[in-house]
């Protein structure tokens, strides 16, 4: 239901641009077109702004400004290029710089933009050269006509003194950290993959992808680390920042424990709201009523630095189910909720945003306020689903709650270490694609989990029994239908609940890697169920070319 779903999240801008004048050909209505001066809808979309035209059911945007199709989050690899100048005769038109950057990085293409990360990739001199110049820029820049630049810590004629960091650090109930250089990085590796450690290593500028710590999760890249690192533990924390950075015209980013997969929750010349230290909630109500006076049983009210480790515990400490992540020191109420949210147990259970009941966010100019179903509703609508910071600092989240009972996990592979010795690798491989490809448009939606070209693992919410009378007893049968059983290896077992199949709490999931090629796509059901030969051979052919993208 949702169309704002982002990978993980975004800056908070401040300050806060005013409303762009656009031409009265474009028919979007003010609500959509207040989002454009700071963020996109969609950071992961190839066409970010366009979203905004089609969101609103108009193509206009294409029409007013063509070259404007990339998103315009200051924080992702894309929108460094989206350069505006309010002394363009066209306002909508692009700026000198970004057109000369556009040229230099062969990026650009008539009316749209290739994805930079693929182009910089490709020559590390040129690429750190770019980053440096377009980054800088595109703080330092106007953002959008009207909308004033930031200042950069390079800037001495702007940037606080040091007496102003300390005047605000004193006011702080948290501490205030500054980043002196590059090389405060260095410990983030010590703890190698254990997430926990990563998160825990001071001042808290750790990504738990390490490439993602430099420009667009580029390892050939500078380092995209902030100049300062609030560690807040209130919401007078979050207020203070907040204003002495809209007051000093400095960006703000947040973070919690550093999972982005875009590294949008550090950046350069920011000061950096860190929920990491944030006080715990975990407060349960077993009758909750929100603004519309409308009831609630079993809700869970966590606070905005609480991981799912934190919130699946308070959950099954009080009897219920939460429908959370699979990262268990992924953030509770970051960038996985405000960015949609997918469990697990989702197609039982809903995504993240259509479990929360309310938000508790700090906003640009400040303010804390509540939004839900009839209180600040343009807000409940954004939080749920347009990225981690990109809309305000939340600092609770009220969840929803589920029964708790039986769920059954299923592991299943291709075993590649017993087919090594076999000629019957891609035998196996293909036939396991197609077992996916032939089932999954039709399972129920106790079934939910991860599925790659290579393995299946998969939840059940409900009985083994039940389990094995659906889909566990098909994989049972594909594995019985090959030359050897050792050719697969299948575990199907039945837990009291997720949290205790998770070994409560035990392990996490190993972060710490220099370098993770990731990515998304969604495709539609209907051209799987119609084409399924076609969506088998295209899952092959992409396996068959090591994982690179097919045509």
């Given at each position: 239901?949702?169309?704002?779903?982002?990978?993980?999240?975004?800056?908070?801008?401040?300050?806060?641009?005013?409303?762009?004048?656009?031409?009265?050909?474009?028919?979007?209505?003010?609500?959509?077109?207040?989002?454009?001066?700071?963020?996109?809808?969609?950071?992961?979309?190839?066409?970010?702004?366009?979203?905004?035209?089609?969101?609103?059911?108009?193509?206009?945007?294409?029409?007013?400004?063509?070259?404007?199709?990339?998103?315009?989050?200051?924080?992702?690899?894309?929108?460094?290029?989206?350069?505006?100048?309010?002394?363009?005769?066209?306002?909508?038109?692009?700026?000198?710089?970004?057109?000369?950057?556009?040229?230099?990085?062969?990026?650009?293409?008539?009316?749209?933009?290739?994805?930079?990360?693929?182009?910089?990739?490709?020559?590390?001199?040129?690429?750190?050269?770019?980053?440096?110049?377009?980054?800088?820029?595109?703080?330092?820049?106007?953002?959008?006509?009207?909308?004033?630049?930031?200042?950069?810590?390079?800037?001495?004629?702007?940037?606080?003194?040091?007496?102003?960091?300390?005047?605000?650090?004193?006011?702080?109930?948290?501490?205030?950290?500054?980043?002196?250089?590059?090389?405060?990085?260095?410990?983030?590796?010590?703890?190698?993959?254990?997430?926990?450690?990563?998160?825990?290593?001071?001042?808290?500028?750790?990504?738990?992808?390490?490439?993602?710590?430099?420009?667009?999760?580029?390892?050939?890249?500078?380092?995209?680390?902030?100049?300062?690192?609030?560690?807040?533990?209130?919401?007078?924390?979050?207020?203070?920042?907040?204003?002495?950075?809209?007051?000093?015209?400095?960006?703000?980013?947040?973070?919690?424990?550093?999972?982005?997969?875009?590294?949008?929750?550090?950046?350069?010349?920011?000061?950096?709201?860190?929920?990491?230290?944030?006080?715990?909630?975990?407060?349960?109500?077993?009758?909750?009523?929100?603004?519309?006076?409308?009831?609630?049983?079993?809700?869970?009210?966590?606070?905005?630095?609480?991981?799912?480790?934190?919130?699946?515990?308070?959950?099954?400490?009080?009897?219920?189910?939460?429908?959370?992540?699979?990262?268990?020191?992924?953030?509770?109420?970051?960038?996985?909720?405000?960015?949609?949210?997918?469990?697990?147990?989702?197609?039982?259970?809903?995504?993240?945003?259509?479990?929360?009941?309310?938000?508790?966010?700090?906003?640009?100019?400040?303010?804390?306020?509540?939004?839900?179903?009839?209180?600040?509703?343009?807000?409940?609508?954004?939080?749920?689903?347009?990225?981690?910071?990109?809309?305000?600092?939340?600092?609770?989240?009220?969840?929803?709650?589920?029964?708790?009972?039986?769920?059954?996990?299923?592991?299943?592979?291709?075993?590649?270490?017993?087919?090594?010795?076999?000629?019957?690798?891609?035998?196996?491989?293909?036939?396991?694609?197609?077992?996916?490809?032939?089932?999954?448009?039709?399972?129920?939606?106790?079934?939910?989990?991860?599925?790659?070209?290579?393995?299946?693992?998969?939840?059940?919410?409900?009985?083994?029994?039940?389990?094995?009378?659906?889909?566990?007893?098909?994989?049972?049968?594909?594995?019985?239908?090959?030359?050897?059983?050792?050719?697969?290896?299948?575990?199907?077992?039945?837990?009291?609940?997720?949290?205790?199949?998770?070994?409560?709490?035990?392990?996490?999931?190993?972060?710490?890697?220099?370098?993770?090629?990731?990515?998304?796509?969604?495709?539609?059901?209907?051209?799987?169920?119609?084409?399924?030969?076609?969506?088998?051979?295209?899952?092959?052919?992409?396996?068959?070319?090591q994982f690179r993208a097919v045509v």
């Amino acid at each position: 239901g949702h169309s704002l779903c982002s990978l993980g999240s975004s800056p908070l801008s401040a300050p806060r641009a005013p409303p762009l004048s656009l031409p009265p050909s474009l028919s979007a209505p003010p609500s959509v077109l207040g989002l454009l001066p700071g963020h996109s809808l969609c950071p992961f979309c190839p066409s970010g702004s366009l979203q905004l035209a089609l969101a609103s059911g108009s193509l206009s945007l294409r029409e007013s400004a063509p070259w404007l199709l990339s998103p315009l989050t200051p924080s992702a690899p894309r929108q460094t290029l989206s350069l505006l100048s309010t002394s363009s005769p066209d306002p909508l038109s692009p700026s000198p710089l970004a057109l000369d950057l556009l040229k230099d990085s062969e990026t650009w293409r008539g009316t749209s933009l290739e994805d930079p990360r693929r182009r910089y990739a490709d020559s590390e001199t040129r690429s750190s050269h770019l980053w440096d110049r377009a980054l800088d820029a595109h703080h330092a820049a106007p953002q959008l006509p009207g909308a004033g630049g930031y200042c950069l810590s390079t800037n001495s004629s702007c940037w606080p003194t040091q007496a102003e960091w300390c005047s605000l650090a004193a006011s702080l109930d948290g501490k205030l950290e500054k980043v002196e250089s590059s090389e405060e990085y260095n410990p983030c590796y010590g703890p190698k993959s254990d997430a926990r450690e990563i998160s825990a290593v001071e001042p808290g500028i750790c990504m738990q992808t390490h490439d993602c710590s430099r420009a667009f999760c580029n390892e050939n890249l500078g380092f995209n680390l902030p100049s300062f690192v609030a560690m807040v533990q209130s919401v007078s924390d979050v207020q203070k920042v907040v204003n002495f950075a809209r007051e000093k015209e400095i960006v703000v980013s947040v973070k919690t424990t550093g999972h982005s997969y875009q590294g949008s929750s550090t950046r350069k010349h920011s000061v950096q709201i860190n929920l990491r230290d944030f006080p715990k909630i975990d407060q349960v109500f077993t009758s909750w009523e929100d603004s519309c006076s409308e009831s609630f049983s079993n809700i869970l009210k966590i606070g905005g630095g609480e991981t799912w480790e934190d919130a699946y515990k308070a959950a099954f400490g009080a009897g219920f189910h939460i429908v959370g992540g699979g990262g268990l020191s992924v953030s509770a109420a970051g960038g996985w909720l405000q960015g949609c949210g997918l469990s697990s147990t989702s197609r039982k259970y809903g995504m993240g945003v259509d479990n929360v009941r309310r938000f508790e966010v700090v906003l640009a100019d400040g303010s804390a306020v509540f939004a839900d179903s009839c209180t600040n509703t343009d807000l409940f609508w954004a939080l749920r689903g347009g990225g981690g910071g990109t809309f305000g600092v939340v600092t609770a989240a009220y969840y929803q709650l589920h029964s708790l009972g039986p769920i059954v996990f299923l592991a299943a592979f291709p075993n590649t270490f017993s087919l090594a010795a076999t000629n019957r690798t891609t035998q196996v491989s293909d036939s396991f694609i197609d077992l996916w490809i032939d089932n999954a448009p039709n399972l129920p939606p106790e079934w939910g989990g991860y599925w790659t070209i290579d393995s299946l693992i998969l939840y059940f919410v409900g009985t083994l029994e039940e389990a094995n009378a659906g889909f566990g007893g098909v994989v049972k049968a594909w594995q019985q239908s090959l030359v050897s059983l050792d050719d697969a290896v299948i575990q199907i077992e039945e837990f009291p609940s997720y949290w205790i199949q998770r070994g409560e709490g035990e392990s996490t999931d190993e972060t710490g890697s220099t370098n993770l090629p990731i990515g998304n796509r969604l495709i539609s059901l209907d051209f799987v169920k119609q084409n399924p030969t076609r969506m088998k051979n295209i899952i092959k052919e992409i396996r068959d070319n090591q994982f690179r993208a097919v045509v």
